[in-house]
């Protein structure tokens, strides 16, 4: 101890009986000056105390929970050679050990202590625990949160932590050495849980955080800026009474397919009505004899046969963009998907080669595969192949909607209920049933006026029943 120099704490702003909530080092320790020492803290602040000068810890003399005042002895330290003449310009109070008179180190340590009052230690807000933080408090926090932050990370971000919420990491209940460290290892201070005197954030929290991110399994890579923000969980049993009922297989297989095609592909959906009114007429007029034949004539089946002249008329919407994005890949046939709402939810059968089909064959296949779909028994084939797809919500009602394209197709068609309108022709309203279409397509692929163009050419079809038979 013929060296050793006595560190006290230093003018903390006239406070008296400062709890000692955190003791950053212990005997024996080789520190550095500006090294944390103890975090003190008020009922306004919490601040570290760092060392005067560079040496090695003889004994700590406080320990977690005691009370100090200015003047109090932190701890004993044997300064390092390179101290020997340097001029004092610590933060905390110093003054030579008792053992030790006329030491020279510790004598020039003690005469400057003596001379030059120390500077405060630094402080910092403890968020929700400091409702009184000083105006003065506040400013030297956020100097020392942007100092921090500028500069460069020693550690890359840990693994699961991208970001730091800047606001939650202010408020964190943290000492100023804790925040330094959380900033050097990346560490959102917001999202740890404190385990320290009345919740403080420790290091050994940051420490526990960092461990614990890292060994966590690593999340797929995703490309710059695609990561999706995330949907709030929420405990819906705190509002009341509820049931939980797993997805069906279908549910979830078609759940992510669609989500892919509404991340992936830049939707845009273009509305239409279709005038219907001699279309319907003739499919009454035939629906009696097919039924003999055991043919359910419905609308769908001229509305799929109307979208093959469409398609063979808008080649693009019979497309798929290839793997690189680069390159559209034309298709000569046209197989036709149609969403099917089963028990189980959503499939999408598809009728191959339907331009090949007359309007019966069209409703007996139709037919046939919507059946299979209910009773689920559609083979994986029989959903594979699709060129272009409809989704016909004409047998439950409304008036459009916006279908979700089945990708890697590029456009789907979706069709409403007719209903009588009042159509304006040569000078006159007159009652019309009008089919309402919606048509979804990928914008990278198809340009708004081929869009527009193809749902008029589409509507003048289905006006025009005759070529459809
Ligand atoms: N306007 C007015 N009436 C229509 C109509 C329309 N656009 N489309 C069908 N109808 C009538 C039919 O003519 C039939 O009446 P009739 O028996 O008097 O002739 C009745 O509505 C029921 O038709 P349907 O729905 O049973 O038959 P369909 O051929 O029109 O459709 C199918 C078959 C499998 C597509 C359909 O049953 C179905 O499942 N639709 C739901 C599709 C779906 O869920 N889409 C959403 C996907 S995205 O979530």
């Known amino acids: 101890m013929t060296n050793a120099i006595e560190v006290l704490v230093p003018d903390i702003g006239g406070f008296k009986d400062v709890d000692v909530i955190e003791v950053l080092v212990k005997d024996g320790q080789e520190i550095e000056k500006e090294t944390p020492l103890v ?90 625990a400091a409702p009184a933080a000083t105006a003065s408090t506040a400013v030297a926090a956020a100097a020392d949160a942007s100092t921090v932050a500028a500069a460069p990370v020693a550690a890359a971000p840990a693994r699961g932590e991208a970001t730091i919420d800047e606001a939650a990491f202010s408020k964190a209940y943290a000492s100023p050495s804790v925040r330094k460290f959380a900033r050097e290892l990346g560490a959102d201070l917001g999202r740890i849980k404190g385990t320290g005197v009345k919740g403080r954030i420790t290091h050994e929290d940051v420490k526990a955080h960092v461990k614990r991110i890292l060994s966590a399994p690593a999340a797929p890579a995703a490309a710059p800026g695609s990561a999706l923000p995330k949907v709030p969980v929420v405990d819906f049993a705190l509002f009341g009474a509820i049931e939980v009922k797993p997805l069906s297989r279908i549910q979830k297989i078609s759940g992510s397919r669609l989500q892919a095609s509404w991340i992936n592909l830049p939707h845009v959906t273009q509305h239409e009505d279709a005038d219907i009114t001699d279309l319907e007429a003739v499919r009454v007029a035939l629906k009696g004899k097919a039924s003999q034949e055991g043919v359910r004539l419905t609308p769908l089946a001229f509305i799929v046969k109307a979208c093959i002249s469409a398609l063979q008329e808008f080649p693009r919407f019979n497309s798929s963009l290839d793997a690189s994005g680069e390159n559209l890949v034309l298709k000569k046939y046209f197989n036709i998907g149609f969403a099917a709402d089963t028990p189980n939810g959503l499939v999408v059968p598809v009728i191959p080669n339907a331009d090949r089909l007359d ?78 279409l919606s048509l979804s397509y990928d914008h990278r692929v198809i340009d708004g006026a081929e869009a527009a163009r193809f749902a008029v050419f589409l509507a003048k079809v289905l006006g025009d029943v005759k070529g459809l038979l």
């Open 39 to 128: 975090t003190l803290e008020t009922d306004k602040a919490a601040m570290d105390v760092p060392a005067p000068m560079s040496g090695r810890i003889t004994q700590v003399k406080l320990k977690q929970g005691d009370k100090v005042s200015e003047g109090s002895l932190i701890l004993t330290l044997e300064p390092g050679a390179a101290q020997a003449n340097a001029p004092r310009e610590a933060p905390a109070a110093s003054r030579s050990g008792a053992a030790a008179p006329g030491a020279t180190t510790a004598a020039s340590a003690q005469a400057q202590s003596a001379a030059a009052p120390a500077a405060p230690a630094r402080p910092v807000t403890t968020g929700s």
């Open 359 to 436: 309007i019966y064959e069209i409703a007996r296949v139709l037919a046939a595969l919507s059946e299979k779909a209910r009773a689920g028994k559609l083979k994986n084939t029989e959903m594979q192949g699709g060129t272009f797809t409809i989704s016909s919500l004409g047998g439950i009602g409304g008036t459009a909607f916006t279908p979700i394209i089945n990708a890697p197709e590029v456009a789907i068609l979706g069709v409403s209920k007719s209903s009588q309108k009042p159509v304006y022709d040569k000078g006159a309203f007159l009652p019309r049933l009008m089919l309402p």
